[in-house]
């Protein structure tokens, strides 16, 4: 969990660009590492809001994350889990958190979708967002467990 706080710490200097000027007004200073680089993470997303706000936060935080772990000597396996309300993430298509989310596949972080929830919500999961046969699971609160189990780090805020 330390690395993963001091790694959402780097992103500012990563990903916002903040100006010199911007820097001075704010007491902005670039990061720098008190430890060994970020190595090898892997992180679990669950997704169980509905809310288009919670979304942004998610995919921002996973995009500024690889940002920073590319900078600072890292490199995440991410897997985003959605399930229960979650699953109006994978339904979005031509808007900005559609782009996000395939701008995020390209660079590798899987989007898996609970099988319970698809069945419960009569869902077919080709009419989600880029979803394969093979990115469908189970249960999304149980494979979210089973990747904490192989040493995945579950990301709390939801």
């Known amino acids: 969990m330390k690395h993963i706080a001091a790694l959402i710490l ?3 200097a990563v990903s916002c660009g903040i100006s010199a000027q911007a820097q001075e007004r704010t007491g902005y200073i670039a990061p720098k590492l008190s430890h060994a680089g970020y190595g090898e993470l892997n992180i679990v997303v669950p997704v169980t809001s509905a809310e288009p706000a919670v979304w942004q936060q998610k995919l921002g935080n996973i995009s500024n994350a690889l940002n920073a772990a590319n900078t ?11 399930y229960h309300a979650g699953i109006d993430l994978l339904k979005q298509k031509d808007n900005n958190i559609a782009k996000a989310i395939q701008e995020l596949r390209a660079k590798g972080v899987q989007f898996l979708a609970c099988n319970q929830t698809l069945k419960r919500m009569d869902i077919d999961y080709r009419t989600l967002n880029g979803v394969a046969e093979s990115d469908i699971v189970p249960a999304g609160f149980l494979e979210v467990a089973w990747l904490q189990s192989q040493n995945y780090k579950v990301d709390p805020m939801n």
């Open 10 to 12: 780097c992103i500012s």
């Open 72 to 82: 600072f000597g890292g490199q995440l396996q991410i897997k985003v889990v959605s």
